[in-house]
């Protein structure tokens, strides 16, 4: 195979691992769909660039072009009829995904829809005079979504919820080659209109859905991505507070904190005999906010009380440490009903 082809294939490979691990999506119909998806998304910009370069080199430029007109197939003809909200759709075709069977190939067009209407509000944004989404028209934009998709598999939505993760996630790599030359690192520079877009998808659009779609650990990642690029002073600032610059981990104290919480829990519970009787299982979390939701209160205190967000410390926050118990209780008798033990 050619190099873009591995290129294309590790690409795929990459788009259903966040499938797998943050949504823990692993029935082989939705995985099958996501790498049909991400090949479609792909195979549309190759010809969209293709189509680019073949009209800005003119008419008169010789044989080369004539070639690269020529290579413009019949899908992309059927486009100029149908609109570009089907380009996605008819990358499909011919693709073989329907060799995976008919649930596999529904969820492809099923999010291959939502990609069409997401392109459409896109661009009516674009044209309008807004520079950023309001939350007017995020709001009105997940609901569109949600009715696009009414009749569609809840996979799709998924799906276009981890694109925009590994959209932010491959922004922030070509990031980070760019704020670093000769080994030293750069300022943080201001996010480019791209990376503000996209951040603020999947802040007000993305995130929610995911949310509301019960996929919580796609919601924080998608939130984290996204205040990361807009805000990098502030994703900084606030980790700190958290117990740490990497917020992939609570820093060294906090999971200290955090254990002691969790071992004072279980121990006074289990003190309890007369309660534990009457407990079958339980189960102690403790949490630490996540860096966004931080954000946001510490703002929502600075409003309240006219000071600036950085006099606030982690433990003004009151609900920054949580605790989670969760007891299955016993039942009395072996044949009580299950509505009763509840």
Request: hydrophobic share 40%; charged share 25%; aromatic share 6%.
């Amino acid at each position: 195979a050619a190099d873009g082809d591995f290129k294309k294939v590790a690409g795929a490979s990459d788009f259903c691992s966040i499938l797998v691990n943050s949504l823990e999506i692993t029935d082989v119909p939705a995985l099958c769909a996501s790498a049909f998806h991400y090949s479609s998304l792909v195979a549309v910009r190759e010809r969209e660039v293709m189509s680019l370069s073949s009209s800005m080199s003119g008419s008169g430029s010789g044989n080369t072009e004539r070639v690269m007109e020529c290579s413009i197939d019949k899908e992309t003809e059927c486009l100029h009829h149908a609109g570009s909200d089907a380009k996605y759709l008819c990358a499909l075709a011919g693709s073989g995904i329907e060799n995976f069977g008919t649930h596999a190939v529904k969820i492809a067009l099923d999010a291959a829809r939502l990609k069409s209407m997401e392109m459409l509000a896109s661009a009516v944004v674009i044209g309008s005079s807004k520079s950023e989404l309001d939350s007017h028209d995020a709001r009105n934009l997940r609901s569109l979504l949600l009715s696009v998709n009414e009749e569609g598999d809840w996979r799709a939505l998924a799906i276009r919820s981890a694109a925009c993760l590994y959209r932010l996630e491959g922004l922030e790599t070509h990031r980070s080659l760019l704020s670093t030359t000769g080994g030293v690192k750069r300022r943080a520079r201001v996010p480019t209109m791209e990376e503000s877009r996209a951040s603020q998808e999947g802040l007000h659009i993305y995130a929610p859905l995911a949310a509301r779609l019960g996929m919580f650990r796609l919601k924080t990642e998608l939130e984290d991505a996204a205040f990361r690029t807009l805000y990098p002073r502030s994703h900084a600032y606030v980790s700190s507070l958290r117990g740490g610059e990497n917020t992939n981990s609570v820093g060294e104290g906090m999971k200290s904190v955090l254990s002691d919480i969790t071992n004072q829990m279980k121990r006074v519970l289990q003190e309890d005999c007369s309660f534990m009787e009457n407990i079958e299982t339980m189960s102690v979390m403790a949490r630490v906010k996540e860096p966004y939701s931080v954000w946001r209160k510490m703002h929502k205190m600075s409003k309240e009380s006219e000071k600036p967000v950085r006099s606030f410390s982690i433990l003004d926050v009151p609900d920054a440490v949580a605790l989670r118990v969760v007891f299955k209780a016993r039942k009395l008798t072996p044949d009580e009903p299950d509505a009763t033990t509840q």
